[in-house]
């Protein structure tokens, strides 16, 4: 399979998880909610609605999980706030609004031209954020006019000012439209303020230890148990993560749990990964992690001009987490993207 093949393919530029039962146990509640959302706007009424929760916490595949159950009678479109564009005005606007843009012939003259300018697509002065927020409310019903829209905002805690304040401007007023916009956030902040908020916590403790025992091969010591558990905080991505290095002397008590809060421990799962793949491997994962804006094709084009075979992927895609990861570029983890550029910053540095 050549590289252009694999940029091609849904399955490596989608970027939807592919969620186990296992990764989303214990969120009945959280389904029904989003349930709910997506019949709201069957029936014709728009929603909105801010999702936290901490990283790892399971907000991103709770999500892929209620899309993909309702993609065949919405059309969902994603965006994802990216750190290094902070400062770029309307860049993730211009990810949402994108697939959209056939649409703008059909919008106000006003509204048409200030979409048009933030776009760069024609020359002018900085328009008036008012007109681009209508432009942008206006551009999302003409599109939910032939068939009901689901937007996904990921990573918003990154969203640059401009980008923040139109998509939530078109939240607020959504109302007889067929369209749901829902927000991801770490830490909603207060340009969110208005929206209803619904913050994603860890797994209860019941479904925290069914994770657990699915995941461990040993027998864990009891207070081994307790400690593991009070150390994740119900985090699924800590669990998932760190289970990986629960050694048979670790489960027994033999050996000492470190403890460490969930996000080092995670970030040294990563790093622990990174160094065991091939060089080639290595070398990839370093691209993708050089990439702010998450764009799998680009990845995959960069590691073509740098020599990186397709098979390069295939060391990881032996195991479905570690494929993901490789896969999943458009949602960078912060612990993966970190480790893979300082596993290989040490082998240039020849430590």
């Known amino acids: 399979m050549s590289l252009d093949s694999l940029a091609e393919s849904d399955d490596w530029v989608s970027g939807r998880l592919i969620s186990s039962p296992r990764e989303l146990c214990g969120r009945p509640r959280e389904y029904a909610l ?10 014709g009424r728009g929603a909105a609605m801010v999702v936290g929760g901490e ?7 709770l999500l892929n999980h209620a899309v993909r159950s309702a993609a065949r009678d919405f059309r969902v479109v994603r965006a994802a706030g990216v750190q290094s564009e902070m400062e770029l005005g309307f860049a993730a606007l211009h990810q949402l609004c994108g697939p959209f843009l056939p649409y703008v012939d059909r919008l106000p003259a006003p509204q048409r031209d200030a979409l048009e300018t933030v776009f760069g697509l024609r020359t002018g002065s900085a328009p008036d954020r008012l007109l681009v927020g209508l432009a942008v409310l206006g551009l999302l019903s003409r599109a939910a006019g032939e068939c009901p829209l689901v937007c996904v905002v990921d990573d918003a805690q990154w969203l640059d000012e401009a980008s923040a304040q139109s998509l939530v401007f078109a939240a607020r007023r959504l109302r007889t439209e067929p369209i749901l916009i829902v927000f991801v956030a770490r830490e909603p902040g207060p340009e969110f303020h208005g929206l209803p908020v619904f913050v994603v916590g860890g797994l209860r403790d019941a479904d925290a230890r069914e994770l657990l025992s699915s995941l461990v091969r040993w027998p864990m010591d009891g207070q081994v148990r307790e400690r593991f558990l009070a150390e994740v905080r119900g985090n699924p991505l800590a669990l998932l993560e760190l289970s990986r290095g629960l050694t048979a002397e670790l489960a027994s008590g033999y050996q000492t749990l470190d403890v460490l809060p969930p996000s080092s421990q995670i970030e040294r799962s990563f790093h622990r990964r990174v160094e065991c793949l091939p060089e080639q491997s290595r070398r990839l994962l370093l691209t993708a992690a050089a990439d702010p804006a998450g764009d799998p094709a680009l990845v995959w084009r960069a590691a073509t001009r740098l020599g990186i075979p397709a098979d390069a992927a295939m060391p990881a895609a032996e195991d479905r987490r570690d494929r993901y990861q490789l896969r999943r570029c458009d949602e960078p983890c912060p612990a993966g993207r970190r480790s893979a550029i300082r596993g290989s910053d040490r082998r240039v540095s020849g430590e």
């Open 34 to 43: 989003l349930d709910g959302l997506f019949e709201d706007v069957r029936s």
């Open 55 to 61: 990283a790892g916490v399971g907000k991103t595949a």
